[in-house]
């Protein structure tokens, strides 16, 4: 694709946010309450929900085709949740640093090569969160301990891609990230876009 | 696979919610803020956010492999998105009603077969969101005009698939629903999975 197609134009009125009233603020969200008015004209009440951090998922490809995957108990959905390693990035904090740093405090990996694979909205009529997904590649042991935030118990699995496709599609895995990343790199690896023996070793 | 791969297992103590305070509440959300414990012990204050809808995604996939897109402004990252069509399902209506409901409201489109694509959480350490994305195949026109919400203003767009999955690779449509199922699309069309001459309309 050559540019960006001309489908993609923009038509009719914004949102108008009108004023807002201050819910609520902890250190991850702040809740926001507009006298917003549509783009149909209809004033509506409008909670947003405001994020202080992106989203940082980090989907670590072994040249083996394996993927370590980290295992947590989650608050909102009362279940224990297997996903690619993910946190959150401070807007003063670049993104590919939090990835890093994600990396080794998770899993005590560090990445020779990294590429940058989505930057995207995750529930974008609510939150204005945004996430960054990125490959992590050439990995080797970081050394040292890891050190996990004081709120997280954290297991680990390395695991071969296409298993990790598969628990994922199958409804094992449900965090939306890990779902989109082992898709994406899936999509890397089918379209030439990752080292062929990579590539290989991925799609069995 | 056959079945739940071992390493899926459990481990550790799961998160205590504890007393919670009622912050907020609208039609679309609630906001609670939980005295919890996390599975290390230590204390933390949690301000969940409970949604009262099910995201609803649908991928309209057409014979001749192009599919339909929606277009409109919204709110929380003051931009305007191209996505697939997405809505809302309270907890009492069933999700693929409520998705055969979105489809015609927002592209006048009926599909003959549809199929279940993921089931999915969105924002797994703040919200309880979970999103249900469906694959809709064999379309017509509804007939009748559409009815959208009284808040929306929406654009259409009719496009190649491969050309609509090359803009949300490229960060055009960073709605992760959006680049999630197209994803899952592709990997359907690559393994067989969708009709032969559908999936070659869509590789092209």
Redesign the interface.
């Known amino acids: ?1 050559n540019g ?2 001309v ?9 108008v ?1 009108g004023e807002g009233r201050p ?2 603020d ?1 250190p ?2 702040s ?1 926001t ?2 006298q ?1 008015i ?3 004209g ?1 004033p ?6 405001s ?1 202080k951090n992106a ?1 940082i998922a980090v989907l670590p490809l072994h040249d083996d085709g394996t993927v370590t ?1 980290v ?12 996903e690619i390693p993910e946190g959150g990035a401070p807007a003063a904090e670049d993104p590919l640093d939090a990835a890093k740093r994600e990396l080794a405090e998770e899993t005590g990996l560090e990445a020779a090569e990294w590429r940058e694979l ?14 960054i997904g990125y490959l992590a590649l050439e990995l080797s042991e970081a050394g040292g301990a890891h050190e996990a935030d ?4 954290l ?1 680990l ?1 390395r ?1 071969p891609f296409r ?1 990790a496709l ?2 994922a ?9 890990t ?2 990343m082992l ?2 790199a ?2 890397m690896a ?1 379209e030439g876009h990752l080292a062929p023996a990579l590539a290989r070793a991925m799609l069995g």
């Not at 489908?7 to 949102?15: H, I, M, R």
């Not at 909205?121 to 969160?129: C, Y």
């Not at 004081?150 to 118990?153: F, L, N, V």
């Not at 409804?171 to 990230?177: A, E, I, K, T």
């Open positions: 694709m960006k197609p489908w993609l134009k923009a038509s009719g009125k914004p949102w946010r819910i609520y902890n991850w969200i809740l309450e507009y917003a549509a783009p149909t209809r509506a009440l409008y909670g947003l929900v994020f989203a995957l295992g947590q108990h989650r608050l909102p959905h009362g279940g224990y949740s297997w989505m930057r995207v909205q995750l529930s974008n009529s609510i939150t204005d969160e945004r996430a004081e709120t997280e118990a297991a699995a695991v298993e598969e628990a599609l199958a409804g094992h895995m449900p965090d939306v990230l779902v989109a898709l994406r899936y999509h089918r």
